[in-house]
């Protein structure tokens, strides 16, 4: 027994001892693997900084750019890591990584689709020209000026101050209205008169309001006038005309003040715009009357016949 203690401990120290001489002889090697990774890890942080000020002349969103950045210094970390497995001859750990990684990746990709999606649609936002921080969209049945884009969701603040997250990968496949691309909105204002109204009196009347009201207006010309249909209560007429806006609450606001100035020029002017009247007509009070004197006679004979059959 005491032999094959013996025995035993004389091969872990032989082992030992020869581990020993491995590390002493790839010693030079660790260090130098130490080194080199440690130099990449030292060098990403400085390849991270540059490329954040390389970017920062770009178009690209805030965020889209910090992530390339740190795509990109993470990219250097890791060939600092496979050099270092090199210099230590570890290359069947490297291919195990490797293949190991390309393993992991797939099943990433697979339970995460949607969230890929998204990331490359916010890559692709990035670098686009018709949408951009502060732009007023409409997407997805919302509208609102887009106060964030990163690579997930798109961020608008609605009209009512309301925070919308649209998912990027919507956005690049849906139909997008974006009204800032443009500086020129058409506003369009409807409405109706009475059938006695002069019909050409009121054209001019509300052309000649529209262009003194709205500066962007140049002349009279600029503004468009027709009459539409004639409707059960009044003639209804349409007006449009071209403003200077970049969002839908400009657009709204200058609508209301178009709305608001022909409402006072109609009313100093003694044009009457018609709204539903109901008339209930009671013609028929003799009749209602005559009803009432039949009910009370049928009471009364309810009455008298009642006594008779009291006295039998």
């Known amino acids: 027994m005491e032999e094959r203690l013996e025995s035993a401990w004389d091969k872990m120290i032989e082992q030992l001892g020869s581990w020993l001489d491995v590390i002493v002889v790839s010693l030079p090697n660790v260090i130098l693997a130490i080194i080199v990774f440690a130099g990449s890890f030292f060098l990403s942080r400085y390849v991270n900084s540059l490329m954040l000020r390389l970017l920062a002349k770009s178009s690209m969103q805030g965020t889209v750019k910090k992530v390339s950045a740190r795509l990109i210094s993470v990219t250097v970390i890791l060939a600092g890591l496979f050099l270092a497995l090199g210099i230590l001859n570890l290359n069947k750990v490297l291919t195990s990584l490797l293949a190991g990684a390309g393993v992991a990746g797939l099943a990433i990709g697979l339970a995460l689709q949607g969230t890929i999606a998204n990331t490359f649609s916010g890559i692709v936002l990035s670098f686009v020209d018709y949408i951009k921080m502060g732009d007023w969209i409409e997407c997805n049945d919302y509208s609102g000026e887009v106060v964030d884009i990163d690579l997930r969701t798109v961020t608008i603040r609605e009209k009512d101050n309301n925070m919308v997250s649209i998912p990027n990968k919507m956005v690049i496949e849906n139909p ?132 008779k059959y009291g006295k039998e």
């Open 176 to 307: 997008l209205k974006n009204y800032s691309i443009t500086s020129k909105t058409r506003i369009s204002v409807s409405c109706g008169v009475a059938y006695d109204s002069d019909l050409e009196f009121v054209q001019e009347l509300v052309i000649k309001t529209i262009s003194e009201k709205f500066d962007s207006v140049k002349n009279k010309e600029e503004v468009i006038f027709f009459y539409t249909e004639f409707d059960n209560s009044s003639i209804n007429f349409e007006t449009r005309f071209w403003m200077n806006s970049t969002t839908g609450l400009q657009t709204a606001k200058a609508k209301g003040d178009a709305i608001i100035a022909i409402k006072k020029v109609f009313d100093a002017n003694g044009i009457t715009i018609p709204f539903p009247i109901r008339t209930i007509d009671f013609s028929n009070k003799l009749s209602i009357k005559n009803q009432k004197n039949s009910n009370e006679e049928d009471s009364q004979e309810g009455i008298i016949s009642e006594e």
